[in-house]
Nanobody, 119 residues
Framework: QVQLVESGGGLVQAGGSLRLSCASSGSIFSINAMAWYRQAPGKQRELVAH???????NYADSVKGRFTISRDNAKNTAYLQMNSLKPEDTAVYYC?????????????WGQGTQVTVSS
């Protein structure tokens, strides 16, 4: 059984920083890609940042230059460094991972962590 556990959310003032972590555990053979999504109240879940096993990244236009996604392959952990936070970044942030467990590859989601940015 694979689990993703997020941490690092919280309340911060506009202009501040937070660092989210997503730790994967279980019967993991390899992790092909990891990503962070977010969902604000009344809105659809959207991709924030994505990183593949080779390290290539891509970002939503709204966070480019402010957020940085990274991963520690030895720890099966992804991070999202969020700087210059804005009130519009307020959302529940979800970790996503595409994980191979033996012959099966599937998508896994974390439970979400709340990020609230006050003005």
């Amino acid at each position: 059984q694979v689990q993703l556990v997020e941490s690092g959310g919280g309340l911060v003032q506009a202009g501040g920083s937070l660092r989210l972590s997503c730790a994967s555990s279980g019967s993991i053979f390899s992790i092909n890609a990891m990503a962070w999504y977010r969902q604000a109240p009344g809105k659809q879940r959207e991709l924030v940042a994505h990183i593949i096993s080779g390290g290539r990244t891509n970002y939503a236009d709204s966070v480019k230059g402010r957020f940085t996604i990274s991963r520690d392959n030895a720890k099966n952990t992804a991070y999202l460094q969020m700087n210059s936070l804005k009130p519009e970044d307020t959302a529940v942030y979800y970790c996503y991972a595409n994980i191979a467990t033996g012959i099966i590859t599937k998508a896994y989601w974390g439970q979400g962590t709340q990020v609230t940015v006050s003005s």
